[in-house]
């Protein structure tokens, strides 16, 4: 089944917004996908907590005597209740102990285990906004003080350092919308459920609009629309490229993600079991393409966190959030274990909470917050709450309200890009832009904390 382009966009009754790409895109497609899943190449798996998450309720700084019932009345966990961290200061909230999976090590905390959970304190960055829109921005932009810039930091990754004439699905948000860290030029897909990633219409009907890329590039024999983009260039006319190069994109990562979906239904390994709701179905989801896919990073939100009232101090609102995550870490940690040396799982959040709980039995934007670093190559433990590195009197060590930041965000993905993917570190200034800059001017926010072997 040949198409044209009119037959294109008529076909599936398709839009830009509804597939989340960018139809305006001037990346230049030359030739078929080849990565093919299990190839050795490093993954990432990033959750956003929107909202603002409590890093003093998280991750405990139990050795702090500011954390008491006089700053946080109905807050305040006490240490019998609280997870042992094993460093002597830090504990983790209860509900969290399902992620002890991972962290569990004999060296760290005297129990058996893997040993590959990194818990980063104090992340922060300087000239901390307590706006939502501001600083989610500027964690998925990577430039603080610039909330109009559109383009992702983990967008920029990508774009610099894999060849999306390779793999035209590498990476995409799990999401009904796109995520501003996926964000920029070239077409990444934001899909909320694969199978309604394709046209409408039956199975059969859409595999022959999808059809087939030519058999040498840009030759005459495709067909449908990988044939028609893939296919011979009409030149001559404004944009005519842009149009070819972003349709061959989109049918192609249509093409992969209906061939994942077809595989039939996911069934999750090693007794990995997701926790309930959409956050739960989003990670299995994630999941299930790391598996069926060659997508190497995928993100999906979590909301929820702005905790100003009733927050909770196990049991609530809070607390909820916490187990969600933790289940999700566990069940990824399980399910994706033919990878797990490959993978790393991070966290991230726009700001903590204030230190002393409000009078709405909640807690108010703050300034610095808890990431959780996960994945075969990391190594445990606790960073940046430890007796060494956090005095008495820490939790009101910025405007006598919030945690103070004891390293910048953006050093913690330079590290992930730098020791996990192996990114050369010339790149970090295309990727985080005035990096060297920014590290030169504050070196102690952009030491790296050495969380990954």
């Not at 005519?240 to 209906?258: E, F, N, P, W």
């Not at 966190?305 to 969600?324: A, E």
Request: positive net charge; proline residues 5%; glycine residues 12%.
């Amino acid at each position: 089944m040949i198409l044209n382009r009119r037959d294109f966009f008529k076909a599936g009754c398709v839009t830009s917004a509804a597939l989340g790409l960018n139809l305006f895109s001037p990346t230049i497609f030359k030739r078929r996908l080849i990565a093919q899943p299990g190839d050795g190449k490093k993954k990432m798996i990033f959750i956003f907590q929107r909202g603002g998450n409590d890093g003093v309720n998280t991750v405990i700084p139990r050795g702090d005597a500011q954390y008491n019932t006089s700053n946080r009345p109905t807050l305040f966990i006490p240490e019998a209740q609280s997870i042992d961290l094993g460093n002597g200061f830090a504990q983790l909230h209860p509900m969290m102990d399902p992620i002890m999976e991972i962290y569990n090590n004999s060296a760290l905390n005297g129990v058996d285990g893997p040993g590959n959970l990194a818990i980063l304190h104090r992340i922060g960055y300087s000239g901390q906004s307590q706006s939502h829109f501001d600083s989610q921005q500027y964690w998925e932009n990577g430039t603080p003080g610039q909330p109009y810039n559109g383009e992702g930091m983990i967008y920029r990754k990508v774009a610099e350092t894999i060849d999306l004439n390779e793999n035209r699905f590498a990476a995409a948000a799990i999401s009904g919308s796109q995520m501003v860290a996926l964000s920029g030029p070239e077409p990444i897909p934001a899909l909320r459920d694969p199978s309604k990633y394709t046209f409408r219409g039956s199975a059969s009907r859409v595999r022959k609009y999808l059809g087939r890329l030519p058999s040498t590039p840009r030759g005459g024999d495709g067909r449908g629309l990988l044939g028609l983009y893939g296919g011979p260039r009409e030149a001559g006319k404004p944009f005519r490229g842009k149009v070819y190069d972003t349709g061959l994109a989109l049918a192609d990562s249509m093409s992969i993600v209906q061939s994942a979906v077809q595989q039939g239904a996911y069934t999750p390994e090693n007794g990995a079991v997701y926790p309930g709701g959409s956050f739960g179905e989003k990670l299995e989801t994630v999941a299930m393409l790391m598996k069926r896919t060659p997508v190497q990073i995928l993100g999906v939100n979590i909301g929820g966190w702005d905790t100003h009232t009733r927050q909770g101090q196990i049991y609530g609102n809070h607390g909820n959030l916490l187990q969600n995550v933790a289940e999700g870490y566990r069940a990824l940690y399980r399910d994706l274990q033919s990878m797990w040396d490959e993978l790393v799982i991070v966290t991230m959040t726009e700001f903590g909470r204030t230190s002393k709980e409000n009078g709405s039995l909640g807690t108010d934007h703050a300034y610095a917050c808890v990431v959780f670093v996960a994945g075969g190559g990391v190594k445990g433990g606790v960073y940046n709450c430890d007796a060494t590195t956090w005095r008495s009197g820490d939790m009101f060590s910025e405007r006598d309200r919030y945690v103070r930041r004891r390293t910048d965000f953006r050093a913690v993905f330079a590290e992930i890009f730098t020791q996990h993917f192996g990114d050369d570190p010339a790149l970090l200034d295309s990727i985080i832009p005035g990096y060297s800059s920014l590290a030169r001017q504050r070196p102690s926010d952009y030491r790296y904390l050495n969380f990954l072997a």
